[in-house]
């Protein structure tokens, strides 16, 4: 029986495109300072389609840490060091713009009277997660938040999803792990959770089914899943 949720941040409770091209869109604009040959270089190292104005499905923002995208393009950008970088990148995306995939309020009360206890897993920063997740007015209904820089690692690997299990006192075999990623899915069978994929972000059913338990459309279709289990 399933008695605990960890939700992916961004393409889970938040779609991804309407959350992040225009973000990236501005980055690119910042750091690329009006050079054309650096701007197409740092576009090209992390799949921005420049035309039209959105992330590729192979973007390495869609799951890697910012600290990874960093890495990506430090050697295309003037005046930085990695981690003055990775600092850049994370101060930003706190105030990205979010657009929620469903109406997570009601969401969230409905498992919370299920008895249910919930967590975030992001591969973005735990600051910025906090900010998206407290500017959506849902932050308290959370009992665990973490990030890449929570001192547990980013996914793939399950050492986020290990420590949602320590702290809340659940067996990782009663926890379902939710995510539009395979970062996310991977990272839930490595902790040998369920694991449930949703079509808010990049990738398509056909992508999320070997990693997944079960694809959804969205996080609303949870309820009826849960009902199911029972």
């Keep these: ?14 779609y991804f495109g309407e959350s992040w091209d225009k973000w990236a869109g501005g980055v690119i604009e910042n750091l690329a300072k009006g050079d054309a040959q650096r701007k197409k270089s740092i576009c090209e190292a992390i799949n921005f389609d420049t035309e039209r104005q959105t992330l590729l499905p192979s973007s390495p923002i869609i799951a890697a840490t910012l600290a990874e995208v960093a890495a990506l393009i430090l050697p295309f950008v003037d005046g930085f060091t990695h981690e003055e970088l990775a600092t850049y990148l994370d101060e930003s995306a706190a105030d990205a713009p979010m657009s929620p995939a469903v109406p997570l309020a009601p969401l969230l009360q409905e498992f919370k009277a299920r008895s249910l206890v919930l967590g975030v897993a992001t591969n973005d920063a735990e600051a910025s997660a906090r900010n998206h997740l407290s500017t959506a007015q849902v932050l308290e209904q959370f009992d665990f938040v973490v990030g890449y820089d929570s001192g547990h690692g980013g996914k793939p690997a399950p050492g986020m999803l290990l420590a949602f299990t320590k702290a809340m006192d659940v067996a990782a075999d009663q926890v379902a792990m939710v995510g539009d990623s395979t970062h996310d899915l991977r990272a839930g069978r490595a902790a040998g959770m369920t694991t449930i994929g949703v079509l808010t972000g990049p990738a398509d059913r056909a992508t999320l089914t070997p990693f997944a338990d079960v694809v959804l459309a969205d996080i609303g279709e949870i309820p009826t899943w849960l009902d199911q289990q029972s």
């Design 1 to 14: 029986m399933i008695q605990g949720l960890v939700f992916d941040k961004d393409g889970t409770l938040f």
